[in-house]
């Protein structure tokens, strides 16, 4: 109402919906950012703060964190097998290049409970993104994923899964969700040609304590390395004049609301609504994306001033962030839209994938031009940095203003969460157990799907893509095992490379969460251990993320605890 009035009108639609997805829990972190309140004591540092300590107490070599769309850490000087120009056929030529390694996680737990397939598919395609958007543009290599469901009921001899009657499902039973997202993941990275080296599955339910526990909305994990130039590894920032590019599809009814419908409890919202904020793959389209980006990050002088992927909130908060220091103005009939009915807002809000934004000086966009012609990558000059903090959203065909405010009424400062919330004593039951049924248990466990085999899931994806990989997921000559750690090169020839592995502990932070979520630290430390580190311990970085039901009674006490416990253990 204030922002109306200062205004002096009604505002748009097209504003509402882009301040909605902007400031979702999903884009601005606000439990982590809150203010918690436990047991009526206000704490002192908010999650994240405890977070970042751990980076402020040991930088080691961090070289940026927190602050783009992954993080990076100093790498060595590798040989970069590049052609020699990019936008014309060359020779290709070894040089060597001081590197940053890339470091990326997030999860994707809504759209893959509505619809596993392409929610897992562009969750691992939007996380691809990230790292293709750090700094000025960088190298995906291989990617790591994460799924844990509520038990699937295979077989009807499974005692273990009859503590909880089976019950109506949210959109899809487990069975068919670990199936279709693995299945998802697996197809986008086969497509754009980066394999997935690591992960883990989990399976589980517990009632006790009249409340009846598992992963109804699952969780869905992807994560990635890989490398980028040192002298690129920081965006710049725009000036008045420079334009603003964008790579990739066609604007279609997708994803709409995604940042916002995700912020929430599954199954809070109406089906359609759900299921239309449910976006869909094209690793095909994001492979000739990445191209034209990894040719600019390849060239001896990179042009790109910034880069942002498009996500959550798609147009609105890729375009918004990239102009972010200087303000911009974009035209919205240069943006392709494929489907003729769409509205203003939508246009401009849909999350249709594969999507890159890119600020260049106006002197570099004609090598751009002929880069993505070369690489079949679509490519529109839509808009420029303005200089005046204004975001206007205008056609100027018609010249309908969808949005046009300053950009402080996007981001603005809303108030501070306030989290307030009780300690809960939980105590849970003894195990019980005979030990003349050993024989027993272990045929129980060893159906466990995290304990069977994973051939299900490592036999198809392509473990080998890129010419990098150095330890895939299987190990020995028949590659049964499961390997702990994944491995690449960073280089065709030398020594260099990345160790990646993943440590979970969910169901021992039901007991007791600060030491569940040391024990998952040190799972992960465990797996890795193995690996030459360059420098011991300091060499390792930590990716962590917490999927918590914060409005649950004691819940976000347990949270605080499980991060203050992470912090310190790892401080």
């Given at each position: 109402?204030?922002?109306?009035?200062?205004?002096?009108?009604?505002?748009?639609?097209?504003?509402?919906?882009?301040?909605?997805?902007?400031?979702?829990?999903?884009?601005?972190?606000?439990?982590?950012?809150?203010?918690?309140?436990?047991?009526?004591?206000?704490?002192?540092?908010?999650?994240?703060?405890?977070?970042?300590?751990?980076?402020?107490?040991?930088?080691?070599?961090?070289?940026?964190?927190?602050?783009?769309?992954?993080?990076?850490?100093?790498?060595?000087?590798?040989?970069?097998?590049?052609?020699?120009?990019?936008?014309?056929?060359?020779?290709?030529?070894?040089?060597?290049?001081?590197?940053?390694?890339?470091?990326?996680?997030?999860?994707?737990?809504?759209?893959?409970?509505?619809?596993?397939?392409?929610?897992?598919?562009?969750?691992?395609?939007?996380?691809?993104?990230?790292?293709?958007?750090?700094?000025?543009?960088?190298?995906?290599?291989?990617?790591?994923?994460?799924?844990?469901?509520?038990?699937?009921?295979?077989?009807?001899?499974?005692?273990?899964?009859?503590?909880?009657?089976?019950?109506?499902w949210l959109y899809q039973t487990p069975?068919?969700?670990?199936?279709?997202?693995?299945?998802?993941?697996?197809?986008?990275?086969?497509?754009?040609?980066?394999?997935?080296?690591?992960?883990?599955?989990?399976?589980?339910?517990?009632?006790?304590?009249?409340?009846?526990?598992?992963?109804?909305?699952?969780?869905?994990?992807?994560?990635?390395?890989?490398?980028?130039?040192?002298?690129?590894?920081?965006?710049?920032?725009?000036?008045?004049?420079?334009?603003?590019?964008?790579?990739?599809?066609?604007?279609?009814?997708?994803?709409?609301?995604?940042?916002?419908?995700?912020?929430?409890?599954?199954?809070?919202?109406?089906?359609?609504?759900?299921?239309?904020?449910?976006?869909?793959?094209?690793?095909?389209?994001?492979?000739?994306?990445?191209?034209?980006?990894?040719?600019?990050?390849?060239?001896?002088?990179?042009?790109?001033?910034?880069?942002?992927?498009?996500?959550?909130?798609?147009?609105?908060?890729?375009?918004?962030?990239?102009?972010?220091?200087?303000?911009?103005?974009?035209?919205t009939s240069k943006l392709p839209v494929?489907?003729?009915?769409?509205?203003?807002?939508?246009?401009?809000?849909?999350?249709?994938?594969?999507?890159?934004?890119?600020?260049?000086?106006?002197?570099?966009?004609?090598?751009?031009?002929?880069?993505?012609?070369?690489?079949?990558?679509?490519?529109?000059?839509?808009?420029?940095?303005?200089?005046?903090?204004?975001?206007?959203?205008?056609?100027?065909?018609?010249?309908?203003?969808?949005?046009?405010?300053?950009?402080?009424?996007?981001?603005?400062?809303?108030?501070?969460?306030?989290?307030?919330?009780?300690?809960?004593?939980?105590?849970?039951?003894?195990?019980?157990?005979?030990?003349?049924?050993?024989?027993?248990?272990?045929?129980?466990?060893?159906?466990?799907?995290?304990?069977?085999?994973?051939?299900?899931?490592?036999?198809?994806?392509?473990?080998?893509?890129?010419?990098?990989?150095?330890?895939?997921?299987?190990?020995?000559?028949?590659?049964?095992?499961?390997?702990?750690?994944?491995?690449?090169?960073?280089?065709?020839?030398?020594?260099?490379?990345?160790?990646?592995?993943?440590?979970?502990?969910?169901?021992?932070?039901?007991?007791?969460?600060?030491?569940?979520?040391?024990?998952?630290?040190?799972?992960?430390?465990?797996?890795?251990?193995?690996?030459?580190?360059?420098?011991?311990?300091?060499?390792?970085?930590?990716?962590?993320?917490?999927?918590?039901?914060?409005?649950?009674?004691?819940?976000?006490?347990?949270?605080?605890?499980?991060?203050?416990?992470?912090?310190?253990?790892?401080?």
């Open positions: 109402k204030s922002v109306s009035q200062s205004l002096g009108r009604k505002l748009t639609d097209s504003e509402v919906f882009g301040f909605s997805q902007v400031n979702s829990e999903h884009c601005r972190h606000k439990i982590f950012n809150g203010v918690f309140i436990i047991d009526g004591i206000e704490k002192e540092s908010t999650l994240f703060q405890m977070i970042k300590k751990t980076s402020r107490i040991n930088p080691n070599k961090i070289i940026s964190a927190y602050k783009d769309n992954c993080s990076f850490v100093q790498g060595p000087v590798v040989e970069q097998f590049a052609p020699r120009t990019q936008d014309k056929s060359d020779f290709f030529e070894v040089k060597d290049i001081e590197t940053v390694l890339s470091l990326k996680a997030e999860t994707h737990n809504f759209p893959t409970t509505v619809e596993p397939f392409n929610g897992a598919a562009t969750g691992t395609g939007g996380e691809i993104r990230d790292r293709m958007a750090g700094g000025k543009g960088s190298i995906p290599v291989a990617g790591t994923a994460v799924y844990m469901t509520s038990y699937p009921r295979l077989e009807d001899n499974r005692p273990w899964e009859k503590e909880i009657p089976a019950r109506k069975e068919e969700i670990l199936i279709k997202a693995s299945n998802g993941a697996s197809d986008f990275g086969n497509k754009f040609g980066q394999p997935i080296i690591c992960g883990s599955v989990l399976t589980f339910e517990h009632i006790e304590n009249q409340r009846k526990l598992g992963f109804d909305k699952v969780i869905m994990l992807a994560g990635g390395i890989g490398f980028g130039k040192k002298c690129d590894s920081l965006k710049a920032e725009p000036v008045k004049g420079d334009k603003v590019i964008l790579l990739g599809g066609d604007n279609y009814r997708i994803g709409m609301g995604g940042g916002a419908v995700s912020s929430v409890a599954t199954g809070e919202y109406e089906n359609a609504i759900e299921l239309n904020a449910v976006q869909r793959a094209n690793p095909e389209m994001q492979k000739r994306v990445f191209n034209a980006i990894r040719a600019l990050a390849e060239s001896d002088v990179n042009p790109v001033v910034s880069i942002h992927d498009h996500g959550a909130g798609g147009h609105l908060n890729c375009l918004s962030e990239l102009v972010e220091s200087t303000g911009g103005k974009i035209d494929g489907d003729p009915t769409l509205s203003q807002k939508e246009i401009i809000g849909n999350e249709s994938q594969e999507r890159m934004g890119l600020v260049l000086h106006e002197k570099d966009v004609e090598l751009l031009n002929r880069i993505a012609e070369r690489e079949r990558s679509p490519m529109y000059v839509i808009g420029e940095a303005t200089g005046d903090m204004q975001f206007t959203f205008e056609n100027s065909k018609t010249g309908e203003k969808s949005i046009d405010w300053q950009l402080s009424y996007m981001f603005g400062k809303p108030p501070r969460t306030v989290l307030e919330d009780k300690t809960l004593d939980v105590a849970y039951k003894g195990i019980e157990y005979s030990s003349e049924r050993l024989e027993d248990y272990i045929k129980q466990v060893l159906q466990l799907e995290s304990v069977a085999c994973k051939d299900w899931l490592t036999n198809k994806v392509d473990r080998s893509v890129t010419g990098r990989i150095a330890k895939q997921q299987g190990a020995g000559p028949l590659h049964l095992p499961l390997n702990n750690v994944g491995v690449i090169t960073l280089d065709y020839q030398g020594k260099a490379g990345i160790a990646t592995s993943i440590g979970h502990a969910p169901v021992a932070a039901l007991i007791d969460a600060a030491r569940g979520s040391v024990l998952s630290i040190a799972e992960a430390l465990t797996n890795i251990v193995f690996a030459p580190l360059a420098d011991g311990i300091r060499s390792v970085s930590l990716s962590a993320n917490w999927m918590w039901p914060a409005k649950q009674p004691g819940e976000n006490s347990r949270i605080y605890e499980a991060v203050n416990a992470s912090s310190e253990f790892a401080c």
